[in-house]
Structure formats: C-alpha cells, structure tokens
C-alpha cells in the first residue's frame, strides 16, 4: 500500500476511536450530526476518536454501529473474535439457486416460454405466497429461479414490440422480487445486479408501473448505501415520480399506489438526514394519495394503502429519533390492517425501536417477540432488530436479560 494511501477501517492495530472516525467520515457524517442522533456533544465524539475516552460500553457500540451503518460489529470494535452482522442476516439456503439462475446465460432457443400473461399469473401468486408466509424468504426462494429463467426466455422469444414491452416488464418484477429475496443477504454486488436490471428491464417496457417500482427499490438501495448515496436516492423518487405525474389523473389503483409508495420513500430519506419538516411533508403528500385508493386496496410489491401509512408515520419519527412522537404514533397505528406477514413484523420492529428510544425497553423486547411471531424470516434479518436485541443481553435487569436471550439464540445471533 503507498505510504500515503489512508488506512482501511479493518487493519489491526487500530483503536476503537480510530475505526469510528473513519467509517464516520466514509459515511460523510460530520461529529455534531453524529453527536446530535447520539444524544452526546461533538466534543464527546472527538474524544472518544481522538483516544482521550476508550471505547464505550455495548449499547453505546450499537448506537454507533447503526448510525454508521456498520455491517459486522468487529469492524467497529477491532474484535475479530465476536463478529457480529448487523445489517447483514444469514445467506439463505435458497440464495445459491437464485444467485445462479441471475448470473446464468441461458440461451435454450428449443424450450418454448411461458406467455408474459402466464408468468403475470405466477407472479401474482408468488406476491401472495410472499405476504401470507411467516417464511416468506424460503417460499419466494423456491419460486424464484424457474421464474426468473422463463420470464428471461419470454423476453427471448417475444415475436412482436408489444410483446416485448409485456414480457419486459414482466421480467423486471420478476427482478423486483429477487431484490426482496436478496435484500439483507451477504452479497451485496447480487443485489445490486438485480436492481439495476429491474430497472433496464422496465425502461423497456415502457410500462409507468414497472418503472415506478424499479425506481421505488432502487431508491431503497441507494439510501441503505449510507449518507453519501442518499441525493442518488432522491433523484431517483423525484424523478420517477416526475415522470409518473402525466399518468395520474386517469391511473388505476396500483399507478396511483406506486407513486404515493416513492412519495413516501421521499420522505423516509428526508427523515434520515434528521429533515424534520421535508419528512413529514412527503409522509402527508402520500397521505392524500393514499386516500385516493380504494379503502381495501393494499399494493402487493410496497405495501402501499391506507392502511399502512400509520406504520409509516411510526417509521418517519423512530428515523427522526423522536421517542416520545415515535410511541405516540405506535399508539395510533392500527397493526392488525396490516394484511401482510413480513409487512406486519416489519412494523413490529419498527414500534420496538420507538419504545427503545423512549426508554421503554421491556416494551421494546415484547414487541419484537410480536414481530417473531408474525414472520421470522423478517425479523431475523433485520438489522435494528438484532441490534436492539443485543443491547438487551447487557441489561442490569436479569429478567430483560434471559428475554433478549431467548430472542438472540431464535434469531440465529448465538450461532457459532
């Protein structure tokens, strides 16, 4: 390495204070607005990276780890010994099987594909199959392959421009369901991969649906990249959302759905950023489009409706770390609307880490056995979760212990 190059964050020796100070500035997150999600002063920060305090205890760490967006929790701390993913769950079994079916060059020109309606129809069920599974990832991973080789057979085959365009946008839903597969597994290029070809795919199609979507989890994946991506995030909701205007007047429900979905992606990265009005700004733009839907309508790929926005407001004010509002909102938010298992235990773990920030742990741990219940598979991968949780096992108080035990050994983070 040149004598002038900067340190990697995982070289050893290297103090506690040393790896904060650069996976902060890689971030691009200065001390006072670190120092200000904290709770602690930016002279504080600089102690603590300048060595003139040691490295805090646990729960502390998992602050930090959070806010920098730490994958493994001994890129933080140094300690090889205890590595800990914490915005990264378990490769899934079924991950092999839909990596190889992506990275495939499958030019079988003798096998007849599916019709674009055909594969829409397996889709349709594969969403279905998707919210009502508590082991939605095992579910959509047994589906995935074949889906994604016949709808990139379709696109092969199509004999027409309009059937292109169909079997296009087909193909990048199809995409937009490996990204959900994907999301929060140890391959970060996968997922990425994937994204972008939803997004190729739908711009071929020309269909202001798959667009939409393709820009919705885009977004997504821009803004879970850390600070430095989150301007690539709102262009991407700005202009996705600038191009989906002229098809709103007359849109059906799932148009009008998948805009007020980016609205409130819009939001969720002005909240962030600690935009405090901007983020409720855009929560109350998606609002009104919500109440332009049909009361029982709920968009299969978002989630988006009526129903979810009081989920929504919970996640703007726990993003705005506003404990006191992020409980209130816990409150108001009718969960059991939530028709979707992997949607509902994400709000779930969204309400624990509104009673974690208002200092309502015992609540917090309920809340995430909750979550458990309605889909493991979500909140075994979920980072806040698995971060909460293990603060708990540092608890003073041995009955939140033992609780948070149980629920660290069920989401495989005692494994060896």
């Known amino acids: 390495m040149p004598h002038d190059a900067t340190p990697g964050p995982y070289a050893d020796p290297m103090a506690f204070g040393q790896r ?62 205890q590595a800990v993913d914490l915005f990264i769950g378990p490769g899934h079994s079924r991950l092999p099987a839909v990596r190889d079916a992506v990275n495939a060059l499958s030019l079988d020109g003798d096998r007849k594909a599916p019709s674009a309606e055909h594969l829409g129809a397996r889709l349709a069920k594969a969403w279905a199959a998707r919210h009502q599974a508590p082991n939605h990832r095992e579910v959509i991973g047994e ?41 929060y597994q140890p391959d970060s290029a996968l997922l990425w991969r994937v994204a972008e070809r939803s997004m190729v795919a739908a711009q071929e199609s020309e269909d202001p649906h798959a667009i939409g979507v393709a820009a919705w989890l885009a977004a997504q994946a ?54 405090n009005g901007a983020a409720w700004g855009w929560w109350d733009k998606a609002q009104a489009t919500a ?50 298992r992997p ?24 809340t995430l056995e909750k979550a458990h219940q309605a889909a ?7 980072g806040y979760a698995r971060r909460i949780v293990l603060e708990e096992t540092e608890s003073r108080v041995p009955a939140r212990r033992q609780r948070a035990a149980v629920l660290a050994e069920q989401l495989g983070l005692l494994a060896a």
């Open 20 to 81: 904060m100070q650069i996976l902060r500035t890689k971030r691009g997150m200065s001390r006072p607005v670190v120092a200000g999600l904290l709770g602690m002063s930016p002279s504080w920060v600089k102690q603590v990276e300048t060595g003139q305090i040691q490295m805090p205890k646990l729960p502390v760490i998992l602050r930090i780890a959070e806010l920098l967006r730490v994958r493994d929790l001994s890129d933080l701390t140094g300690d090889q010994s």
């Open 143 to 183: 589906l995935l392959p074949d889906l994604i080789r016949d709808a990139q057979q379709a696109v092969r085959q199509a004999d027409t421009a309009a059937d292109r365009r169909a079997a296009q946008a087909v193909l990048s839903e199809v995409y937009s369901l490996s990204q959900f597969f994907v999301a």
């Open 222 to 275: 821009h803004r879970d990249s850390g600070p430095s991506h989150f301007d690539a995030a709102d262009a991407m909701t700005t202009d996705a959302l600038g191009y989906l205007d002229r098809f709103l007047p007359d849109g059906d429900d799932r148009t009008v759905a998948i805009a007020g979905a980016l609205q409130f992606e819009a939001g969720y990265t002005a909240a962030r950023r600690g935009e």
């Open 291 to 340: 109440r332009r839907l049909a009361p029982g309508y709920y968009h299969p790929i978002t989630s988006f409706s009526q129903a979810i926005m009081g989920a929504h407001a919970v996640t703007v004010a726990v993003e705005l770390r506003a404990g006191g509002e992020s409980v209130r909102q816990a409150v108001a938010a009718d969960a059991t609307s939530i028709p979707s």
């Open 343 to 366: 949607r509902l235990a994400r709000h779930r773990i969204e309400e624990a880490r509104a009673y974690q920030l208002d200092g309502q742990a015992e609540t917090a741990l309920a």
């Open 376 to 382: 493991p598979e979500t909140i075994r991968y979920n």
